[in-house]
């Protein structure tokens, strides 16, 4: 009778940590699925505008001119697209080509939302990675 009970056990063991596994990828499924509706909704509500016409300087430019220096954005310049409640739910990590930036606790469907909407406005993604998941701005303006 004691090895049923030890196996019962492991069993109820095996399907705590399935629990606990499941759960993790509910969460990054409704994250993903926040981040894939928010995304239609502004394909939707945003019309695709054309591209500003060149003026005189910028259609001739002469070979060999020096170009203006691309601006490269420092990761105060990142933080401050957030509001200060969006911010401190968040952690920044300056990388070579990217401020990289994570969830500090689980942000919800509008949280998240929001913090999407304003990444891929800074020229930003989402990169899905189930526990690594993060958003990335490119330090690069292009």
């Given at each position: 009778?004691?090895?049923?009970?030890?196996?019962?056990?492991?069993?109820?063991?095996?399907?705590?940590?399935?629990?606990?596994?499941?759960?993790?990828?509910?969460?990054?499924?409704r994250?993903?699925?926040?981040?894939?509706?928010?995304?239609?909704?502004?394909?939707?509500?945003q019309?695709?505008?054309?591209?500003?016409?060149?003026?005189?300087?910028?259609?001739?430019?002469?070979?060999?001119?020096?170009?203006?220096p691309?601006?490269?954005?420092?990761?105060?310049?990142?933080?401050?697209?957030?509001?200060?409640?969006?911010?401190?739910?968040?952690?920044?990590?300056?990388?070579?080509?990217?401020?990289?930036?994570?969830?500090?606790?689980?942000?919800?469907?509008?949280?998240?939302?929001?913090?999407?909407?304003?990444?891929?406005?800074?020229?930003?993604?989402?990169?899905?990675?189930?526990?690594?998941?993060?958003?990335?701005?490119?330090?690069?303006?292009?």
């Amino acid at each position: 009778m004691s090895t049923d009970k030890a196996r019962i056990d492991a069993l109820l063991k095996k399907v705590d940590d399935l629990v606990v596994v499941l759960h993790d990828v509910q969460e990054d499924l409704r994250q993903v699925s926040a981040s894939l509706k928010s995304l239609a909704v502004q394909q939707i509500t945003q019309p695709v505008a054309a591209p500003p016409p060149l003026s005189l300087s910028q259609s001739s430019t002469v070979a060999g001119a020096p170009r203006a220096p691309e601006r490269s954005k420092a990761l105060e310049d990142i933080k401050t697209i957030f509001p200060d409640e969006l911010e401190n739910l968040l952690s920044f990590e300056e990388k070579d080509d990217y401020i990289i930036i994570k969830p500090r606790q689980f942000l919800g469907s509008d949280n998240f939302s929001k913090i999407a909407s304003a990444v891929r406005q800074a020229g930003g993604e989402y990169v899905s990675a189930g526990k690594g998941s993060h958003f990335r701005v490119p330090k690069k303006n292009a």
